[in-house]
């Protein structure tokens, strides 16, 4: 896994060091949010969850950056809140027309994640006591074992402001193989042109 | 080049990401009604007599049709007539606290109804509960529980319950007996028995 995000994260190098004669600024950090879809392939055929959430960019090199996602993602069949956080390197392959962005390959690992809430329950027992469960809340994040490939498309709108657009393939260690796709805006701290 | 050493460090990283937020809480209980034992409670813990057993029948706690029968030493028992009734029996609270306690051990004869059909079923399920402190699991209701089906018997036999789902031995503070009910027939006990 660490070679391919390696491979991929030195390509991105490669193409954005050819680019760079024409480079638009790229803030240093983004901070956005997307909508996604994602469509895991289980045995039983395939369900769409509609999820979204926060997006951080950090613009580390010459376009190289690397992202963190945390989408919230539903509908599920138990309760709680699922989630899926996303942890991946972007690295830019072509350049839009005048300079600023365009597509990007992404590799990287994600991992599901959950919330639950259990209110205090009491039962009562034949003898006359109760057994009184306080209630708790439990957040769970699995390791990140879930590897994530993909395509990006950004879009400078603003000075502020870019769009984005992704698809990825993710597989692995979540038990599925699934494919989400996913729309954003964000904003730069810096000038996007 | 050296720039892209943070993000896969990143990536690194979190090979040993995987965290899990505050367990379950501890479950606590809130006592039930007491019963206090007339009688001093040492080892071994049988109750055979008419008082022991009274103690087992006369309380708050105890559920059901039940009555002590016999003279006054050994040879008292507790006679359930009904038992296709719900039924409880609660032993005295235990002061010092039991420990080493394995199960409960009962003698009893059991007469089923006469005119119950021949394919009725005419044992009784019988089970031990015994309050436990320290083996609150997050389960059910947090009691070890020791079962038995008590077969019809004109004679006197005596049965162990078999522990359910905790490991033995266990410390106990108070034990009680109960069924939910079945078919119709009396139940006599002759005696109760702590396993240790």
Redesign the interface.
């Known amino acids: 896994m660490?070679r391919t995000?390696?491979a991929l994260?030195?390509a991105g190098?490669l193409v954005a060091h050819d680019a760079s004669a024409q480079e638009a600024p790229i803030p240093r950090v983004e901070v956005g949010g997307v909508v996604s879809a994602i469509v895991p392939f289980v045995s039983d055929g395939a369900n769409v969850m509609i999820g979204g959430g926060p997006k951080l960019t950090v613009n580390?090199?010459r376009g190289?950056g690397?992202e963190v996602e945390a989408d919230v993602v539903g509908p599920t069949e138990s309760s709680g809140i699922y989630g899926l956080y996303l942890?991946q390197?972007k690295a830019p392959i072509t350049r839009s027309g005048n300079g600023a962005r365009g597509f990007s390959v992404t590799a990287?690992?994600a991992?599901a994640a959950s919330y639950h809430r259990?209110d205090e329950s009491r039962?009562p027992?034949?003898?006359?006591?109760?057994?009184?469960?306080?209630g708790?809340?439990?957040?769970?994040?699995?390791?990140?074992n879930t590897l994530v490939f993909g395509i990006a498309r950004d879009y400078v709108v603003d000075r502020l402001v870019s769009s984005t657009w992704g698809v990825q393939v993710l597989g692995g260690g979540i038990g599925i193989i699934g494919v989400r796709a996913y729309v954003g805006l964000t904003l730069g701290a810096g000038s996007y042109r | 080049m050296n720039a892209a050493v943070p993000a896969l460090l990143a990536a690194a990283m979190l090979g040993v990401l995987g965290c899990e937020g505050p367990t379950r809480p501890e479950p606590i209980v809130i006592p039930g009604p007491s019963v206090p034992s007339p009688l001093p409670t040492a080892a071994p813990y049988v109750w055979d007599t008419r008082v022991e057993l009274a103690i087992w029948v006369n309380n708050v706690v105890a559920r059901g049709e039940a009555s002590i029968e016999g003279g006054d030493g050994a040879d008292a028992y507790i006679r359930l007539p009904r038992v296709d009734q719900e039924w409880q029996l609660r032993g005295p609270d235990l002061s010092p606290i039991a420990t080493g306690v394995r199960t409960l051990r009962i003698r009893y004869r059991l007469f089923p109804e006469p005119a119950l059909s021949p394919t009725a079923v005419r044992k009784v399920a019988a089970t031990a509960l015994f309050e436990s402190p320290g083996t609150l699991r997050p389960w059910y209701t947090g009691q070890p529980a020791a079962h038995a089906d008590l077969e019809p018997s004109a004679e006197w036999v005596e049965r162990s319950f078999t522990p359910g789902q905790y490991a033995p031995p266990i410390d106990v503070s108070y034990c009680y007996l109960r069924s939910n009910g079945g078919n119709r027939g009396v139940l006599e006990i002759d005696w109760l028995e702590l396993v240790q």
Request: aromatic share 12%; proline share 8%.
């Open positions: 660490t995000i390696v994260a030195t190098v580390i090199w190289i690397i942890v390197v990287g690992v991992g259990f039962t027992r034949p003898d006359g006591s109760v057994l009184v469960q306080p708790y809340r439990r957040f769970r994040a699995d390791s990140p």
